[in-house]
């Protein structure tokens, strides 16, 4: 199996080296792990800024390790982009620049304002909370074409105070379904997130009925990430992974190299 989503001590908040997520890797007999360190562009003096300070050092430090682990782990090169309307330039030019194989598009911000930080549903109810952020997601995706997967697409979900119905998917459906037609459109893909399953909800990002609408749309490209910041949660989780992707129509996941998809078999 493959994750496709890990973050290393690159990211302010990774606890483990990049060396470390691949043993954790290796011993989970994984065939694959893409790392994809934070890169939020943002105002320099954001002290909040979650960003990969030495793009070099970044690239350099993964080829190393993907030489290190050669036969026993294939490690790709990529990158979890955080977008707002104002940086999708800055984020377009990175991609070009740096010679990732996979790259991750997410929003944490509406306005400037993280859902993590609670102060973000003081002032949505739970309703607004959901299309607040989804309207920014499909705005900022018909403006941005440089990425391969939109990143949990209900990333706001973990931090929300309000409490989790299992029709909640359904909040926001237009939406929702505008954003999915998007990616189709585009020839881009979306992960299933298995950080969903540590929240109350019991449920990936996206929600497997909304998995399973993409794939009724024609979506075809679909990861696996775990979004794993320490060695524990590497692979979390994967096996519920496959069985949703199963249920929503997918019989292989995506892998990328220098951006092209290769389809695996699951
Ligand atoms: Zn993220
Ligand atoms: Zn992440």
Not at 54 to 60: E, L, R
Request: glycine share 6%.
């Amino acid at each position: 199996m493959l994750d496709y989503h890990v973050h290393s001590t690159f990211s302010p908040d990774g606890e483990m080296t990049m060396e470390e997520a691949c043993r954790q890797a290796v011993s989970l007999e994984l065939k694959e792990i893409a790392v994809t360190d934070h890169m939020d562009i943002d105002l320099p003096d954001n002290e909040k800024a979650f960003q990969i300070k030495d793009m070099n050092q970044y690239i350099s430090e993964l080829e190393r390790i993907r030489e290190d682990f050669k036969g026993r782990l294939k490690v790709k090169k990529g990158i979890e982009i955080g977008l707002q309307d104002w940086t999708l330039e800055m984020a377009a030019d990175l991609t070009v620049k740096y010679p990732f194989d996979f790259v991750i598009a997410s929003v944490h911000l509406v306005n400037g304002e993280d859902p993590y930080f609670r102060t973000y549903f003081h002032t949505r109810d739970k309703i607004k909370s959901y299309t607040d952020y989804y309207h920014t997601i499909l705005d900022l995706l018909k403006d941005y074409d440089n990425f391969n997967v939109l990143g949990h697409l209900d990333y706001f979900r973990r931090y929300s105070p309000y409490e989790y119905k299992p029709q909640d998917y359904r909040i926001g459906l237009d939406l929702t379904e505008a954003i999915l037609r998007l990616l189709v459109q585009k020839g881009k893909g979306i992960e299933l997130n298995t950080a969903g399953f540590r929240h109350s909800s019991n449920q990936p990002h996206p929600h497997p009925e909304v998995l399973k609408w993409f794939r009724e749309l024609g979506g075809e490209i679909v990861t696996i990430g775990s979004d794993a910041h320490n060695a524990a949660f590497i692979g979390y989780e994967y096996k519920r992974a496959v069985e949703c992707l199963k249920y929503a129509g997918f019989d292989y996941v995506a892998a990328f190299s220098e951006m092209k998809p290769e389809f695996i078999r699951i």
